[in-house]
């Protein structure tokens, strides 16, 4: 059974307090999403510390070796 046109519209319209709870919901993620600290980037070589093996195997690595962060143009869309 197929529930169409006017019926469904009003069977299924929201609430004012659905539709009110809805925006704050929104202003708060909003208002409190973009408060948060930036992340703050830990070089490679700070973790070779405590992590000598992995690191090693990350060193040799095509990853490590990318050129993202040597190149201004692939650096600037980081």
Known sequence: MYITGWSFYV??????NTTY???FQLFHWICFS????PLHHV???ECKNCHEDI????????????TALKDPIHGAFL
């Open 43 to 45: 070089s490679a070589k």
């Open 11 to 16: 069977k299924y319209q929201p609430t004012p």
């Open 55 to 66: 690191y090693s195997q990350w060193k040799g690595s095509m990853h490590a070796n990318s």
């Open 34 to 37: 973009t408060s948060k600290k």
């Open 21 to 23: 709870w809805c925006i």
